[in-house]
């Protein structure tokens, strides 16, 4: 890893990226190096970017890679006149980008208070922080059953989070410590698939509570929740209405919400 020693641009790594895979037209992933000593918790999202005109240009970037992996993974959305990820796309094998290694969220186990159940709401790219959070064995030290779900319009948008899944199942030591613990429920609001609908109708409707043992309930229950403006808001009003307080690392509650997210 070299240090950038600007001095316009201290205190920011460059980082060899690797591994880029383009999930749809909308989507893709990357991996990149991890900088020496760099730590974080799962869940946490790092400012990471490209040098633009000679300055760093970055964004919050949720770390989709567990805090015990030797590399960072990026879970990002294409946007084609976006500052960043118009040209964040075009990566190639080699490249390297920028991260301020200074990670920070609410996405976090320290936030929640203890509890029985955990559930990871996501729309889109907002899965980011829950694939670090579902692959790191103080997930299931904490809770004994974990729900993910994910949110898309259309079905090859779910790819990454089924591979994700996969990944799991066939990995060298989490089988053993995540068992039948995990639970991923998928589904789509616009492309005709198995499973319909957003979220937030799942749980008003009673489908949700069928599918995992029971209604959303904050004796027992804490939430995580990622994805766009709206749908936070949503998911946020269905915890308060069912009496979830909301945490933060100084003071843990039944649920959070990463609001550094934008889809």
């Not at 998928?186 to 029971?214: N, Y």
Request: charged share 30%.
């Amino acid at each position: 890893m070299n240090q950038i020693v600007d001095k316009a641009l201290r205190g920011v790594a460059l980082l060899k990226v690797s591994n880029i895979r383009h999930w749809t037209d909308r989507t893709f992933s990357f991996d990149c190096e991890r900088p020496q000593g760099f730590r974080f918790r799962s869940g946490e999202f790092a400012m990471i970017g490209l040098i633009v005109d000679g300055k760093p240009l970055l964004r919050a970037y949720s770390i989709a890679s567990p805090s015990w992996d030797d590399e960072l993974e990026f879970y990002s959305i294409k946007v084609e006149d976006g500052p960043l990820t118009s040209r964040l796309q075009h990566l190639k094998e080699g490249d390297e980008i920028v991260m301020r290694p200074k990670p920070v969220g609410t996405l976090v186990h320290d936030a929640l208070l203890p509890g029985k159940r955990l559930f990871l709401f996501s729309t889109g790219t907002g899965i980011a922080p829950f694939a670090s959070v579902i692959r790191d064995p103080e997930t299931y030290e904490k809770f004994d059953q974990v729900i993910l779900t994910q949110t898309c319009r259309d079905v090859k948008e779910l790819d990454y989070g089924k591979h994700l899944i996969e990944s799991i199942k066939t990995h060298e030591f989490l089988p053993e410590i995540v068992g039948d613990k995990l639970t991923h429920i998928a589904t789509t609001t616009r492309e005709d698939s198995g499973q319909m609908g957003r979220m937030t109708d799942w749980i008003r409707d009673g489908r949700l509570a069928g599918a995992v043992g029971g209604d959303l309930n904050p004796e027992s229950d804490r939430v995580m929740i990622c994805g766009s403006m709206a749908m936070l808001k949503d998911h946020k009003e269905i915890c308060e209405e069912r009496g979830f307080v909301e945490g933060s690392n100084s003071e843990p509650g039944h649920f959070v919400i990463e609001k550094a997210f934008v889809d």
